[in-house]
């Protein structure tokens, strides 16, 4: 599988499950419990990451922000934005034909898997 996925999540029982989950399927996978954790992973290892999981809700951070700063530093990087309340994309992202989506809470690991098999394939 291309690219590693990072998981960005403040719900530290929800990202270990996702880690593992995704692990399971075969991905190579970083978990953080915030925004700055993932942008100093994506400054670190530049170009290795295929998609980034976003909760829209994280700590320290707001999710649009992080998401901003993620496609400056990775331009090609999928994202999948989560959360449990209606997601509101950020506009510039999606105007500038960015790889970016939305997943509703709760979301069955398959449904997870799918979007992260979409996005990896659209970059091929």
């Known amino acids: 599988m291309p690219g590693k996925v990072l998981v960005v999540d403040d719900d530290p029982p929800l ?10 399927r075969g991905y190579e996978v970083v978990t953080c419990g915030n925004g700055n954790e993932a942008l100093a992973r994506l400054k670190a ?5 295929a ?9 320290g951070m707001p999710a649009e922000e992080l998401v901003e700063k993620a ?3 990775e331009r090609d990087v999928g994202v999948i934005v989560t959360s449990g309340y209606p997601v509101k994309l950020p506009f510039s992202a999606m105007a500038s034909g960015r790889h970016i989506t939305a997943l509703q809470k709760p979301f069955t690991p398959d449904a997870l898997a799918q979007l992260i098999e979409q996005m990896i394939s659209s970059r091929l």
Request: glycine share 8%; charged share 15%; net charge neutral.
């Open 45 to 49: 290892d530049p170009g290795v990451y």
């Open 15 to 24: 990202l270990r499950t996702m880690g593992v989950f995704l692990a399971r």
């Open 51 to 59: 998609v980034m999981i976003v909760d829209m809700t994280i700590i």
């Open 71 to 73: 496609f400056q530093l």
